[in-house]
Nanobody, 114 residues
């Protein structure tokens, strides 16, 4: 069993930046498939960014060039750097690890509004 805890969400103005963090309860490895999803009100959960077991990184088209996913295995933490934020990025952001079972964090709210 793995617990994932997200942090770093909040209210930001359009054009601003936030960095989300996801800390795992056990050591993470470079081969662990991990990523970020988000769910806006009234919409389905969607992929934002993901690192596969081979290290390939996939981004949703809507965030390419603005968001960057990364991880620090020494800190057991996955990050999502979000720049040039738009109101349509408003959602609850979830961290996930897919190693045999699917593990999810509780989510962190990101609100982009002036």
């Amino acid at each position: 069993q793995v617990q994932l805890v997200e942090s770093g969400g909040g209210l930001v103005q359009p054009g601003g930046s936030l960095r989300l963090s996801c800390t795992a309860s056990r050591r993470i490895f470079s081969i662990d498939p991990m990523g970020w999803y988000r769910q806006a009100p009234g919409k389905e959960r969607e992929l934002v960014a993901f690192i596969t077991a081979s290290g390939r990184i996939n981004y949703a088209d809507s965030v390419k060039g603005r968001f960057t996913i990364s991880r620090d295995t020494g800190k057991n933490t996955l990050y999502l750097q979000m720049n040039s934020l738009k109101p349509e990025d408003t959602a609850v952001y979830y961290c996930t690890m897919k190693t045999g079972s699917d593990y999810w964090g509780q989510g962190t709210q990101v609100t982009v509004s002036s």
